[in-house]
């Protein structure tokens, strides 16, 4: 079972770069949603999708964009990549229902310099 | 806004002792409660989730509470051992699929 793929794992940009993560889930879960993590911290949300075509924003959503064309996928955008946004960022898939649990991916480490 | 914290923030054990990590948040119309674990440098590994019409879950040794009225959850890990050491994360889960995760306790078990 594939379950949550994020690509690439690892990514060194230049200051004002863009770039897109990729995030995909094979489990048909509607509820998608990208976290970023910085040293010592818990995760904090950036943006979240409830269905294909639905977005908004988390916590920390300024710099990033995304889309929901798909079930499936749920792409992150760097517009212009700045050395705040090095992070590791985590996408994470879920279905309605208090009795279950949040899956998520493996995890894509970013440096920008 | 929704706030979870995590204390300690650091625990070091000998082998073999039981121990409780503890996880507090603000709202009280929790949606459920999912606690992770997550090694160094990698994923989150799920290890319970706690329904908010729960109490407790349990799977080998890790028990997992919720006490929603005082706000408050806690992992009891027994046993512990060296493969224990990890860093702790617990997270609140809405009904639109967002979480708001604490900080984590890393925890040390030493031999």
């Known amino acids: 079972n594939a379950g949550v793929t994020q690509t690439p794992k690892f990514q060194v940009l230049k200051t004002g770069q863009s770039m897109t993560l990729q995030c995909a889930q094979d489990m048909n879960h509607e509820y998608m949603s990208w976290y970023r993590q910085d040293p010592g911290m818990g995760l904090r949300l950036i943006h979240y999708?409830?269905?294909?075509?639905?977005?908004d924003q988390g916590e920390v959503p300024n710099g990033y964009n995304v889309s929901r064309s798909t079930t499936e996928d749920f792409p992150l955008r760097l517009l212009s990549a700045a050395p705040s946004q090095t992070s590791v960022y985590f996408c994470a898939s879920s279905v309605p229902g208090q009795g279950t649990e949040a899956f998520f991916g493996q995890g894509t480490r970013l440096t920008v310099v | 806004k929704q706030e979870v914290t995590q204390i300690p923030a650091a625990l070091s054990v000998p082998e073999g002792e039981n121990l409780v990590l503890n996880c507090s948040f603000t709202?009280?119309?929790?949606?459920?409660l999912q606690w992770f674990r997550q090694d160094p440098g990698k994923g989150l590994t799920s290890l319970l989730l706690i329904q908010s019409s729960q109490r407790e879950q349990t799977s080998g040794r890790l028990n997992a509470s919720l006490d929603k009225s005082s706000g408050r959850s806690t992992l009891y890990i027994a046993a512990s051992q060296p493969g224990d050491s990890a860093t702790y994360l617990c997270?609140?889960?809405?009904?639109?699929?967002?979480?708001?995760f604490g900080d984590g306790t890393t925890l040390t078990v030493k031999p």
């Open positions: 709202d009280s119309a929790i949606y459920n």
């Open positions: 999708s409830v269905g294909a075509g639905i977005t």
């Open positions: 997270a609140e889960n809405t009904n639109a699929g967002k979480s708001t």
